[in-house]
C-alpha cells in the first residue's frame, strides 16, 4: 500500500464531468420541466397560457404544489412519510373557519391557534412513530382518517353543513390575514400596464386597471419555504442530520445524532407546511369546506419522487421537489390551456411517478455503485 | 515493547454480563495500553461483541469493574464512553452509502461558521480536513463529496477509523474490521491499524482470524463461552495454539484431522 503519491486504479474509468453533473437528484425534475414546457409552448403556445394572466394562473397552482412538497420533501429525506398532509389542509381550513366566524374571534387568532393545533398533530404524529418503531405510513394513515373525521363531524354539529364562508369580510382589516391571502407587487404591475406591457380590463368597474394586479402571498410563500429549506438541507449541521436520520437511522445515533428529534421536527414542519396551504386556500376562497386537501399528500409525495428523492429517505433535493410540483401544475392547467380532458391529468401522473421512481433507482445505484 | 512501560487506558476486571437468565460474560479481564493493538479473538457466540459493547457504554456489567485512565468509571450510553475517546468502529454500521465522506466524516460534530445569527456548516474547512485525515491513512479520495456507497469496504473502514482518530480517540474499538473483506483490502485495513498504532491510540481488534491478530496484534485474548482463555504476548504463542484455543481445543484437533490438517 502505497501512503504518497496519487495512486489512480487502472479499472476506474474517467467519469466525465458531464456525467457527474448529471448525476444528482434534480436531474429527473430538470430534464421534465423543460419537456413540459417545450411541449406546451408548442401546443398551446397561442392559448394565452404564456401572458400574465396565463402565467399567473399555472404559477398559482404549481406554488400550492410546492408548499406542501416541500414538506414531504424534508420528511421524506428524514426517513418518513405523511400520509395526513390533505386530512390536515382540510382540518387547518375548517379550524380557521370555525374559530373566525363561529367563534366570532379575530383571524389573527384564528391563524395563529390553527397553526398551533397543527403543529401539535404534527408532533403527536411524529413521537408516535419515532416512539413506537412502527411505519410512519400506518401511522399517518390513521391520522389521514382520523383529521378527516373531524373535519367533517364539528361544522355539522355546530354549523349544521361542511362548508363555512364568511371569512373574506371578518378577514377585512386584519393584519394577519394579507400574510397568507394579500398580494405584493400592486404598483410594479400597475406600472407594466401603463408601459402598456401587460393586459388591462377593457369595461367594467376596473377598466384601465391590470388584470393581473400583484403576485399572490401563496407564490412568496412558496419561493420563501423552498429557499429556507434547501438552505437549511444543504448548508447547515442540521440538514446534515436529516441526510443522516434518513439514510441509516441507527449508525447516526452512533455518532450521536439526535434522530427522534430531527424526525418530529421534521414531522412538525410538514404539518406546519400543510397548514400554510390551508391558510392561503382559506384567505383566497373566503371559505373552508370538509372535502379540502383530498388526495394532496400523495401528488406532494409524487412531486418529491420526480424531484429525486428516495422513497427509503435519506437522499433527495427540495429545489428537485419544488420542479416536480412546478410540472404537477404546468401540467394540470396546460390541458386546460391546451383544450384537453382535464381527466388525463391522472393519467399522467401515474405514469411520470412511474417513469421518476425507476430514473431514481437507477442514478442511485450509480451513486451507490451498487450493480 | 516499549508500549508495556505505560499503564493502561482502559482496564476491565472481572467483567459479568447476564442477560435474564443467560451469563454471556463470565468474569472477564482485559485491558489496553497506548500504542498497543490488543487482540480479541474467539469464535461466534463467545461473547466478543456482548464484551466491547459493554466497553463501549452500550451494555452496563452485571459485575466487575471498568478503569480507565487509573479512575472508576460508569458509562451510561455510548454517548458517554465516546466523550472520554473510546471510539468503536462497528462492522456494518460505520457509514451512510448515500451521504458524502464529507458528510460521514463529520456526521454528528460539524463544524459551523456564523453569519450574524446564522450558523451555516462549514464545508471549506470540513472538506480540508477529511482529505487531508484520508490522505494520512493512505487513501486519496476522488472527491470529498464522493459518496461513501462508492468506497470499497477497506476504505469505508478506514474512513471511519480515520474519523475516530481525528475526534481524539485514545481507545479503538474495530469490531471484526476484515471480516467482510477481501486479500488487498484486508492488507489495507491492517497497515491502517498500524499506523494509528503508532500514534499512541490502543487498539482493541476483534476477530476470528487468527492470521489477521498475528499480523498486527502485539497481545490476544481469547474468549470462549464468556470466559478468558488467556493473555499471550507477541512471539509466545503459536498460530495453531491461538486456534487451538479459540475453537475449544480437542474437537477442533479431531476435526483438523478429519480436513487434512488445512484449517
Known amino acids: 500500500m502505497s501512503s504518497t503519491g496519487v495512486v489512480v486504479d487502472e479499472r476506474i474509468k474517467e467519469t466525465s464531468k458531464l456525467r457527474q453533473a448529471l448525476i444528482r437528484p434534480e436531474l429527473g425534475a430538470i430534464v421534465g420541466t423543460i419537456a413540459v414546457f417545450a411541449f406546451f409552448i408548442v401546443f398551446a403556445g397561442d392559448s394565452g397560457m404564456f401572458n400574465a394572466q396565463g402565467v399567473l394562473n399555472w404559477s398559482t397552482v404549481s406554488a400550492q404544489f410546492v408548499i406542501i412538497a416541500v414538506g414531504a420533501c424534508m420528511l421524506m429525506i428524514a426517513g418518513e412519510f405523511d400520509l395526513s398532509v390533505g386530512s390536515m389542509i382540510g382540518f387547518a381550513g375548517m379550524s380557521i373557519a370555525i374559530i373566525s366566524v363561529t367563534l366570532q374571534w379575530p383571524v389573527w387568532i384564528a391563524i395563529l391557534l390553527t397553526f398551533a ?22 401511522v399517518t394513515l390513521a391520522f389521514l382518517f382520523i383529521l378527516r373525521g373531524f373535519t367533517i363531524f364539528f361544522p355539522q354539529l355546530i354549523e349544521r353543513r361542511t362548508i363555512i364562508g364568511g371569512i373574506s369580510e371578518k378577514a377585512a382589516g386584519d393584519w394577519l390575514a394579507p400574510v397568507f391571502g394579500g398580494k405584493v407587487g400592486g404598483s410594479f404591475f ?81 404539518a406546519f407546511c400543510a397548514c400554510v396551504f390551508a391558510t392561503c386556500q382559506v384567505m383566497e376562497f373566503g371559505s373552508a369546506g370538509a372535502d379540502r386537501g383530498l388526495l394532496k399528500e400523495f401528488e406532494a409525495i409524487i412531486a418529491v419522487v420526480i424531484g429525486g428523492a428516495l422513497l427509503t429517505g435519506g437522499y433527495g433535493s427540495v429545489i428537485g421537489a419544488a420542479l416536480g410540483a412546478l410540472i404537477f401544475g404546468v401540467v394540470q392547467q396546460g390541458l386546460f390551456f391546451a383544450g384537453v380532458e382535464s381527466s388525463l391529468f391522472r393519467v399522467f401522473l401515474g405514469v ?15 451513486i451507490t455503485g451498487e450493480r | 515493547m516499549g508500549s508495556f512501560d505505560h499503564n493502561p487506558i482502559i482496564e476491565m476486571r472481572n467483567i459479568e454480563k447476564h442477560f435474564g437468565p443467560v451469563i454471556a460474560l463470565n468474569g472477564v479481564s482485559f485491558d489496553v495500553r497506548p500504542g498497543e493493538c490488543h487482540c480479541l479473538l474467539g469464535d461466534n457466540g463467545a461473547g466478543k461483541s456482548t464484551f466491547i ?4 457504554g452500550v451494555h452496563k456489567p452485571t459485575k466487575g469493574e471498568i478503569l480507565f485512565e487509573g479512575r472508576q468509571m460508569s458509562f451510561d450510553s455510548p454517548r458517554d464512553a465516546m466523550e472520554a475517546g473510546i471510539a468503536t468502529v462497528y462492522q456494518d454500521l460505520a457509514m451512510i452509502p448515500l451521504m458524502s465522506v464529507t458528510r460521514n466524516f463529520w456526521m454528528g460534530r460539524e463544524p459551523v461558521k456564523r453569519f450574524g445569527p446564522l ?24 472527491s470529498p463529496d464522493q459518496a461513501v456507497g462508492t468506497l470499497s469496504g477497506g476504505e469505508r473502514q ?17 469490531d471484526e474490521p476484515t471480516s467482510a473483506l477481501g486479500v488487498r483490502q484486508t492488507a ?40 478468558t482463555l488467556g493473555t499471550a504476548q507477541r512471539g509466545q504463542i503459536t498460530p495453531e495454539e491461538l486456534q487451538d484455543l479459540m475453537a475449544g481445543g480437542q474437537e477442533m484437533v479431531a476435526l483438523e484431522g478429519s480436513l487434512g490438517g488445512t484449517v
Not at chain 1, 412513530?129 to 405510513?137: A, C, E, Y
Open chain 1, 190 to 270: 400597475n406600472w407594466l400596464a401603463e408601459m402598456e406591457l401587460i393586459a388591462v380590463f377593457e369595461r367594467g368597474t376596473r377598466a384601465g386597471e391590470p388584470i393581473v394586479n400583484g403576485i399572490p402571498m401563496l407564490i412568496i410563500w412558496a419561493l420563501g419555504l423552498m429557499i429556507i429549506a434547501h438552505v437549511v438541507l444543504t448548508r447547515t449541521r442540521f440538514g446534515n442530520w436529516i441526510f443522516a436520520a434518513g439514510g441509516d437511522a441507527q449508525a447516526a445515533r452512533y455518532v450521536g445524532v439526535p434522530v427522534d428529534r430531527v424526525k418530529i421536527q421534521m414531522f412538525m414542519f410538514t
Open chain 2, 53 to 56: 459493547k459493554t466497553m463501549a
Open chain 1, 117 to 138: 393545533l397543527c403543529i401539535a398533530v404534527g408532533a403527536l404524529n411524529g413521537f408516535i412513530v419515532v416512539r413506537t418503531g412502527l411505519p410512519s405510513f400506518i
Open chain 2, 119 to 142: 450558523m451555516f456548516m462549514d464545508f471549506k474547512t470540513a472538506n480540508e480536513v477529511t482529505m487531508s485525515e484520508m490522505r494520512k491513512m493512505g487513501i486519496n479520495l476522488r
Open chain 2, 188 to 227: 489495507n485495513v491492517l497497515s491502517t491499524i498500524d499506523k494509528v498504532r503508532k500514534t499512541g491510540i490502543g487498539i482493541v481488534f476483534i476477530t476470528h482470524n487468527v492470521r489477521h491478530a498475528l499480523a498486527v496484534g502485539d497481545r490476544f485474548t481469547v474468549l470462549n463461552r464468556g470466559k
Open chain 1, 352 to 366: 411520470i411517478l412511474l417513469f421518476a421512481v425507476i430514473l431514481n433507482t437507477y442514478i442511485r445505484r450509480i
Open chain 2, 158 to 174: 478506514t474512513v471511519a477509523i480515520a474519523r475516530a482518530v481525528h475526534f481524539g480517540a485514545k481507545v479503538l474499538i474495530l
